[in-house]
Structures are given as structure tokens and as C-alpha cells.
T-cell receptor, first 112, second 112 residues
Framework: SQQGEEDPQALSIQEGENATMNCSYK?????LQWYRQNSGRGLVHLIL?????REKHSGRLRVTLDTSKKSSSLLITASRAADTASYFCATAPTSGTYKYIFGTGTRLKVLA | DAGVTQSPTHLIKTRGQQVTLRCSPK?????VSWYQQALGQGPQFIFQYYEEEERQRGNFPDRFSGHQFPNYSSELNVNALLLGDSALYLC???????????FGPGTRLTVL
């Protein structure tokens, strides 16, 4: 079964609004990463947050991690049409494996 | 500095055939992971190579095999192709296991 599950599955917002997507996972993790994918192409790395971190920022992106709830959120502020893409979280478990597990993704559509 | 490159971009095969996909990692990266992404799904971990050895394997049959060369480039081989093997195959490289993964553009495999 999937380790990471994103919520919502799809999100449609107006340009300039903020977009929030969530990721839940099942086991303890080493780190959690967020990726963006445009139209079935390669994934672009956005942010890596380690298990001992609670929040990270990168430009218009803010990621939070709550290890007690086994969840993470990605906030995109002041969204643009170019942010239209699928967003995935990926977790690296701490069980001594090297297997990143991806969720099914959130499809974000930003309307101009 | 070139990022992760993959070849070919697209490939069409028939059932029962064999295919080899190639990946060159980002300069300086020693770890290569392969993923299969079906349409509308998140990437599924196939295996990871480090120091020319398969370090971790996902839930894929033995028909899926790989190789890593001394220059860290990698190949993914799939034997006895099935219709269900049609997918986007993604290669990702990283510097050691628990750092950011950089993805290539993928190889779109269609099995007829």
C-alpha cells in the first residue's frame, strides 16, 4: 500500500490564491520530499524536510512536518498559472531501507 | 552541468520482447533509483543502485533487472514484456541515499 497519501486528489484555484495540499504517511521516516510533475514529464524536486525539522521555506513554498501525526503540508502562496501540475510527497522510511515511497499526488489547476 | 538524462524518450515494443532503458545521473551523484509510473499514479520504486550493486528492490518481478556502471550510469532491463509494463520509467539520482533526488525526463514505454 502507499506510504504517502495526498489530499485533496484534485484542487482548482484562481491565480493569486494560496494552495494547500496534505500528505499522510504510515511509518517513521528519515525525511519527506515534495515534487512537482508537469504533464507526465520528469519530477522536479521542491523541498526536502528531515524528520527533526518542523517547517521549511523556499520562495513561495512552505512545508510543514508533524511527525506525531505522520503528516506534512505543502503551501504554495500567490499561485500562478505556471504552478499547474501534479504534486507528490515521497517518504524515506527509517527502517534501514532506501526505498522512497510516493503517494498518488494532488492535481493542482491554477486558473488565470 | 547536465542534469539526469534518459534514453530513449519513447519506445514501442510488443509483448514478449525485451527492452533496455538508460540513465546518466547528475554529475557527482553516486546513487541511481528507477521508478515506474503508470498513468494517473505516483511513481513506484523498482530498485536502487549504489557502488554498482542493487542496494534495495521494490515489489517488482525478476523480469526487471538493472545494472550500474563504474561511471554511475545505469540501465534498466525488462524481459518478457507484458501489456501492463506500459508506463513512464523514471530514473533519479542523488548523492548518497537520503538526499534530494533529481529526476530525468523519463522514458515512455508502450507495449502492444
Amino acid at each position: 500500500s502507499q506510504q504517502g497519501e495526498e489530499d485533496p486528489q484534485a484542487l482548482s484555484i484562481q491565480e493569486g490564491e494560496n494552495a494547500t495540499m496534505n500528505c499522510s504517511y504510515k511509518t517513521s521516516i528519515n525525511n519527506l520530499q515534495w515534487y512537482r510533475q508537469n504533464s507526465g514529464r520528469g519530477l522536479v524536486h521542491l523541498i526536502l524536510i528531515r524528520s527533526n525539522e518542523r517547517e521549511k521555506h523556499s520562495g513561495r513554498l512552505r512545508v510543514t512536518l508533524d511527525t506525531s501525526k505522520k503528516s506534512s503540508s505543502l503551501l504554495i502562496t500567490a499561485s500562478r498559472a505556471a504552478d499547474t501540475a501534479s504534486y507528490f510527497c515521497a517518504t524515506a522510511p527509517t527502517s534501514g531501507t532506501y526505498k522512497y515511497i510516493f503517494g498518488t499526488g494532488t492535481r493542482l489547476k491554477v486558473l488565470a | 552541468d547536465a542534469g539526469v538524462t534518459q534514453s530513449p524518450t519513447h519506445l514501442i515494443k510488443t509483448r514478449g520482447q525485451q527492452v533496455t532503458l538508460r540513465c546518466s545521473p547528475k554529475s557527482g551523484h553516486d546513487t541511481v533509483s528507477w521508478y515506474q509510473q503508470a498513468l494517473g499514479q505516483g511513481p513506484q520504486f523498482i530498485f536502487q543502485y549504489y557502488e554498482e550493486e542493487e542496494r534495495q528492490r521494490g515489489n517488482f518481478p525478476d523480469r526487471f533487472s538493472g545494472h550500474q556502471f563504474p561511471n554511475y550510469s545505469s540501465e534498466l532491463n525488462v524481459n518478457a514484456l507484458l501489456l501492463g509494463d506500459s508506463a513512464l520509467y523514471l530514473c533519479a539520482s542523488s548523492l548518497t541515499a537520503y538526499n534530494e533526488q533529481f529526476f530525468g525526463p523519463g522514458t515512455r514505454l508502450t507495449v502492444l
